[in-house]
């Protein structure tokens, strides 16, 4: 089983999204068996809360199933617990960094890193565009997907 986590900042627009969509598409692609998929937050301030109306709101209108969330925090155990951990931007990954024991640290990378295009993923909570956000964590969750099915033939 292929573990995933993905992060972002509260863990209420980018990761819970990012989430529903590997969710999603794994499914799509029949292969929902193989994986283990979650979200988690790298600061405390909305542990607890659904993801953003933002989020259900995007998700909804592209046809992609919100996967049942409450925000919680990534914790130091997520590092042994996870076989990725993924952020969505590089203060999401300097997070993460600070969180996970350093035998960890080999598995935290950025969502658009399996892109052709690495990048960051721009927080819709301060610039609005959920459109922008879903755009660019759909292309990474592709790739994503592409890149450990070819890892690991399945």
């Given at each position: 089983m292929i573990s995933i986590l993905f992060v972002c900042h509260g863990n209420i627009c980018r990761s819970p999204m990012a989430e529903s969509v590997f969710t999603n598409l794994v499914k799509e692609a029949g292969v929902?068996?193989?994986?283990?998929?979650?979200?988690a937050a790298a600061h405390s301030d909305?542990?607890?809360n659904p993801p953003?109306?933002?989020?259900?709101r995007i998700l909804s209108e592209k046809g992609v199933p919100l996967v049942p969330h409450r925000a919680r925090?990534?914790?130091d155990e997520d590092g042994a617990n996870y076989d990725y951990l993924i952020g969505m931007d590089e203060h999401n990954v300097r997070d993460m960094r600070r969180i996970?024991?350093?035998?960890?640290?080999n598995k935290v990378s950025k969502l658009l890193d399996f892109t052709a295009r690495p990048r960051a993923i721009a927080d819709p909570?301060?610039?609005g565009d959920f459109e922008g956000?879903?755009?660019?964590v759909f292309e990474g969750c592709n790739a994503l997907l592409a890149f450990l099915r070819e890892k690991y033939g399945i």
């Open positions: 929902s068996e193989h994986f283990s998929i979650s979200s909305e542990i607890g953003h109306r933002g989020t259900q925090l990534m914790t996970v024991k350093v035998e960890h640290l909570w301060y610039t956000t879903f755009r660019d």
